[in-house]
């Protein structure tokens, strides 16, 4: 499985991008993970191969959401209200799984085996 990340970028407190991550399979569940310097690599946001089921980080509910078109394999995390904190490069993961577990699994990077590569985006306070 391959994945493209991209839709990083700079921008103010307050304002919003939208990432995307292009699969070469789209029989898989995705999901978002970010890593700040000298920070451990932090879960984002996931979702089915289905698009039924999707989980977030407390940190992000209310504020992103993620989705997918599988007719363009492409799963896209929509980022509203940034904030400063939200800086960090972003990468896409994928596992390949038609089912959905509990939310709590998709949580760890372990049970992911397909990385893209990150974008970066950045919130200017």
């Known amino acids: 499985v391959q994945l493209q990340a991209s839709g990083g970028g700079l921008v103010q407190a307050g304002g919003s991008l939208r990432l995307s991550c292009a699969t070469s399979?789209?029989?898989?569940?995705m999901g978002w993970f970010r890593q700040a310097p000298g920070v451990e690599r932090e879960f984002v946001a996931a979702?089915?191969?289905?698009?039924?089921?999707?989980a977030y980080a407390d940190s992000v509910k209310g504020r992103f959401t993620i989705s997918r078109d599988n007719a363009k394999n492409t799963v896209y995390l929509q980022m509203n209200s940034l904030k400063a904190s939200d800086t960090a490069v972003y990468s896409c993961?994928?596992?390949?799984?038609?089912?959905?577990?509990?939310?709590?699994?998709?949580?760890?990077?372990?049970?992911?085996?397909?990385w893209g590569q990150g974008t970066q985006v950045t919130v200017s306070s």
């Open positions: 399979n789209g029989k898989t569940a």
């Open positions: 993961a994928a596992r390949l799984e038609m089912s959905w577990r509990s939310s709590n699994y998709y949580v760890t990077p372990n049970q992911y085996r397909y």
């Open positions: 979702i089915s191969a289905s698009s039924v089921h999707t």
